[in-house]
Protein backbone atom coordinates (compact mmCIF):
# COMPACT_ATOMS: atom_id res chain seq x y z
CA UNK A 1 0.00 0.00 0.00
CA UNK A 2 1.10 3.55 -1.17
CA UNK A 3 1.85 5.79 2.11
CA UNK A 4 -0.80 8.28 0.38
CA UNK A 5 -3.36 5.44 0.73
CA UNK A 6 -2.09 3.99 4.34
CA UNK A 7 -2.65 7.98 5.09
CA UNK A 8 -6.58 7.69 4.00
CA UNK A 9 -7.20 4.07 5.32
CA UNK A 10 -5.39 5.74 8.73
CA UNK A 11 -7.62 8.92 8.95
CA UNK A 12 -10.85 7.03 7.71
CA UNK A 13 -10.22 4.32 10.35
CA UNK A 14 -10.38 7.90 12.94
CA UNK A 15 -13.45 8.51 12.06
CA UNK A 16 -16.67 6.78 12.68
CA UNK A 17 -19.37 4.97 11.06
CA UNK A 18 -22.04 7.87 12.47
CA UNK A 19 -20.13 11.46 11.41
CA UNK A 20 -19.01 9.47 8.11
CA UNK A 21 -22.82 8.50 7.41
CA UNK A 22 -24.23 11.63 8.49
CA UNK A 23 -21.76 13.33 5.60
CA UNK A 24 -22.17 11.49 3.03
CA UNK A 25 -26.15 11.94 4.10
CA UNK A 26 -25.28 15.66 3.61
CA UNK A 27 -23.54 15.05 0.01
CA UNK A 28 -26.68 13.28 -0.86
CA UNK A 29 -25.48 9.80 -1.30
CA UNK A 30 -27.98 6.90 -0.76
CA UNK A 31 -27.46 3.04 -0.43
CA UNK A 32 -24.01 3.10 1.10
CA UNK A 33 -24.90 1.22 4.68
CA UNK A 34 -24.43 -2.37 4.66
CA UNK A 35 -27.27 -4.47 6.49
CA UNK A 36 -26.87 -4.27 10.50
CA UNK A 37 -26.82 -7.99 9.98
CA UNK A 38 -23.38 -8.02 9.64
CA UNK A 39 -21.54 -7.47 12.58
CA UNK A 40 -17.92 -7.84 13.88
CA UNK A 41 -16.02 -10.42 16.34
CA UNK A 42 -14.01 -7.43 17.82
CA UNK A 43 -16.79 -5.21 18.10
CA UNK A 44 -14.26 -2.56 20.13
CA UNK A 45 -11.94 -2.85 16.84
CA UNK A 46 -12.74 -0.36 14.01
CA UNK A 47 -11.74 -1.30 10.69
CA UNK A 48 -10.93 1.04 7.73
CA UNK A 49 -9.37 0.53 3.72
CA UNK A 50 -10.23 0.10 0.20
CA UNK A 51 -12.22 -2.87 -0.77
CA UNK A 52 -10.32 -5.89 -1.98
CA UNK A 53 -14.30 -7.87 -3.82
CA UNK A 54 -14.58 -11.48 -4.46
CA UNK A 55 -17.89 -12.64 -6.13
CA UNK A 56 -18.45 -16.07 -5.59
CA UNK A 57 -21.15 -19.55 -6.55
CA UNK A 58 -21.92 -22.59 -4.95
CA UNK A 59 -21.10 -25.76 -6.60
CA UNK A 60 -21.80 -28.93 -4.58
CA UNK A 61 -20.35 -31.04 -8.18
CA UNK A 62 -16.56 -29.22 -7.35
CA UNK A 63 -14.63 -31.61 -5.99
CA UNK A 64 -12.17 -31.39 -2.84
CA UNK A 65 -9.07 -30.54 -4.51
CA UNK A 66 -10.98 -28.09 -7.15
CA UNK A 67 -11.96 -26.12 -4.11
CA UNK A 68 -9.32 -25.97 -2.52
CA UNK A 69 -6.96 -24.74 -5.04
CA UNK A 70 -9.37 -21.63 -5.66
CA UNK A 71 -9.52 -21.00 -2.28
CA UNK A 72 -5.83 -20.71 -1.71
CA UNK A 73 -5.16 -19.51 -5.12
CA UNK A 74 -7.84 -16.32 -3.90
CA UNK A 75 -5.93 -15.54 -0.68
CA UNK A 76 -2.97 -15.52 -2.96
CA UNK A 77 -4.59 -12.68 -4.75
CA UNK A 78 -5.38 -10.85 -1.69
CA UNK A 79 -2.96 -6.91 -1.62
CA UNK A 80 -1.49 -5.39 1.16
CA UNK A 81 -3.52 -3.12 2.86
CA UNK A 82 -6.73 -3.89 1.75
CA UNK A 83 -10.21 -5.20 2.95
CA UNK A 84 -11.54 -8.77 2.18
CA UNK A 85 -14.72 -8.00 0.82
CA UNK A 86 -17.24 -11.09 -0.42
CA UNK A 87 -20.35 -11.92 -1.95
CA UNK A 88 -20.02 -15.61 -1.67
CA UNK A 89 -24.32 -15.89 -2.47
CA UNK A 90 -24.20 -18.44 0.06
CA UNK A 91 -25.64 -18.58 4.00
CA UNK A 92 -24.35 -22.52 4.06
CA UNK A 93 -20.67 -22.42 4.63
CA UNK A 94 -17.87 -20.77 6.22
CA UNK A 95 -15.97 -18.06 4.39
CA UNK A 96 -13.10 -17.23 6.45
CA UNK A 97 -11.33 -19.02 8.95
CA UNK A 98 -8.18 -19.88 11.01
CA UNK A 99 -5.42 -20.60 8.25
CA UNK A 100 -6.78 -18.37 5.85
CA UNK A 101 -6.94 -15.10 8.03
CA UNK A 102 -3.14 -16.00 9.22
CA UNK A 103 -2.28 -16.13 5.83
CA UNK A 104 -4.23 -12.90 5.11
CA UNK A 105 -3.08 -11.00 8.33
CA UNK A 106 0.30 -11.98 7.31
CA UNK A 107 -0.03 -10.53 3.96
CA UNK A 108 -1.52 -6.99 5.39
CA UNK A 109 -4.88 -7.60 5.15
CA UNK A 110 -6.70 -5.47 7.66
CA UNK A 111 -9.51 -7.34 7.78
CA UNK A 112 -12.43 -8.94 6.31
CA UNK A 113 -16.39 -8.79 5.49
CA UNK A 114 -18.25 -11.85 4.25
CA UNK A 115 -21.81 -11.80 3.98
CA UNK A 116 -22.51 -15.14 5.08
CA UNK A 117 -20.80 -17.07 7.83
CA UNK A 118 -17.25 -17.40 9.16
CA UNK A 119 -15.54 -19.78 11.80
CA UNK A 120 -12.45 -20.60 13.96
CA UNK A 121 -13.56 -17.70 15.51
CA UNK A 122 -11.66 -18.25 18.90
CA UNK A 123 -8.33 -17.92 16.75
CA UNK A 124 -9.80 -15.41 14.77
CA UNK A 125 -10.07 -13.50 17.94
CA UNK A 126 -6.59 -14.53 19.18
CA UNK A 127 -4.45 -13.68 16.03
CA UNK A 128 -6.73 -10.08 15.98
CA UNK A 129 -8.10 -10.75 12.62
CA UNK A 130 -11.52 -8.51 12.12
CA UNK A 131 -13.75 -9.77 10.64
CA UNK A 132 -17.44 -9.05 9.73
CA UNK A 133 -20.11 -12.10 9.12
CA UNK A 134 -23.64 -12.84 9.48
CA UNK A 135 -22.92 -15.81 12.06
CA UNK A 136 -20.63 -18.55 12.52
CA UNK A 137 -20.74 -22.33 11.09
CA UNK A 138 -17.83 -24.84 11.45
CA UNK A 139 -18.77 -26.32 7.91
CA UNK A 140 -16.32 -25.40 5.06
CA UNK A 141 -15.90 -24.55 1.67
CA UNK A 142 -14.56 -27.85 0.49
CA UNK A 143 -16.70 -29.46 -1.77
CA UNK A 144 -19.48 -26.49 -2.07
CA UNK A 145 -17.86 -23.47 -2.95
CA UNK A 146 -16.05 -21.76 -5.84
CA UNK A 147 -15.02 -18.29 -6.42
CA UNK A 148 -16.16 -16.99 -9.52
CA UNK A 149 -14.49 -13.46 -9.73
CA UNK A 150 -12.30 -11.03 -8.17
CA UNK A 151 -12.24 -7.48 -8.45
CA UNK A 152 -15.26 -6.97 -9.15
CA UNK A 153 -18.83 -5.06 -8.30
CA UNK A 154 -20.27 -7.11 -6.04
CA UNK A 155 -23.65 -5.77 -4.29
CA UNK A 156 -24.28 -6.73 -0.21
CA UNK A 157 -27.89 -5.86 0.38
CA UNK A 158 -28.60 -2.36 -1.32
CA UNK A 159 -24.99 -1.72 -1.52
CA UNK A 160 -22.86 -1.79 -4.55
CA UNK A 161 -19.03 -2.52 -3.93
CA UNK A 162 -16.45 -1.33 -6.25
CA UNK A 163 -13.03 -2.73 -6.28
CA UNK A 164 -11.23 -0.15 -4.36
CA UNK A 165 -14.21 1.84 -2.74
CA UNK A 166 -12.97 2.03 0.66
CA UNK A 167 -14.90 0.36 3.86
CA UNK A 168 -15.62 1.38 7.21
CA UNK A 169 -16.46 -0.65 9.82
CA UNK A 170 -17.17 0.10 13.61
CA UNK A 171 -19.68 -1.29 16.50
CA UNK A 172 -22.59 0.59 15.10
CA UNK A 173 -22.15 -0.98 11.31
CA UNK A 174 -20.26 -1.09 8.04
CA UNK A 175 -20.27 1.28 4.86
CA UNK A 176 -18.82 1.52 1.92
CA UNK A 177 -17.27 5.08 0.59
CA UNK A 178 -17.05 5.52 -2.89
CA UNK A 179 -13.10 6.03 -3.77
CA UNK A 180 -13.49 8.95 -6.10
CA UNK A 181 -14.71 11.01 -3.25
CA UNK A 182 -13.15 9.49 -0.40
CA UNK A 183 -10.94 12.27 0.49
CA UNK A 184 -13.77 14.64 0.25
CA UNK A 185 -15.57 12.40 3.00
CA UNK A 186 -13.05 12.30 5.10
CA UNK A 187 -11.88 15.98 5.38
CA UNK A 188 -15.71 16.61 5.58
CA UNK A 189 -15.65 14.23 8.57
CA UNK A 190 -13.15 15.37 10.59
CA UNK A 191 -14.37 19.15 10.17
CA UNK A 192 -17.84 17.45 11.55
CA UNK A 193 -15.67 15.82 14.66
CA UNK A 194 -13.99 18.71 15.59
CA UNK A 195 -17.76 20.95 15.45
CA UNK A 196 -19.15 18.13 17.65
CA UNK A 197 -16.20 18.36 20.09
CA UNK A 198 -17.48 22.08 20.47
CA UNK A 199 -21.01 21.22 20.88
CA UNK A 200 -20.30 18.72 23.50
CA UNK A 201 -18.35 21.07 25.86
CA UNK A 202 -20.83 24.07 24.86
CA UNK A 203 -23.53 21.44 26.78
CA UNK A 204 -21.35 20.54 29.18
CA UNK A 205 -20.77 24.02 30.04
CA UNK A 206 -24.43 24.74 30.42
CA UNK A 207 -25.43 25.47 27.04
CA UNK A 208 -29.20 24.64 25.96
CA UNK A 209 -28.94 21.83 23.31
CA UNK A 210 -31.03 23.75 21.33
CA UNK A 211 -28.85 27.11 21.37
CA UNK A 212 -25.56 24.68 21.04
CA UNK A 213 -27.57 23.31 17.62
CA UNK A 214 -28.74 26.77 16.49
CA UNK A 215 -24.72 28.01 16.91
CA UNK A 216 -23.02 25.38 15.36
CA UNK A 217 -25.47 23.90 12.97
CA UNK A 218 -24.90 20.17 14.36
CA UNK A 219 -25.82 18.01 16.96
Request: net charge negative.
Amino acid sequence: MSVETMSITERLEKCYTGVVHDVMRGMGLRDFTLPPELRPIMPEKPMAGPAFTILGKVDPTADAHETLLAWTGLLSKAPAGSVWVSQPNDRVVAHMGELSAETLKDKGVRGCVADGFVRDVNFLLEIGFQSWSRGFTPRDIVGWWLPAATDVDIRIGDVVIEPGDYMLGDRDGLIRVPSAIIEEVIEKAEAAITTENKVRTAILGGTDPQQAYLKYGKF
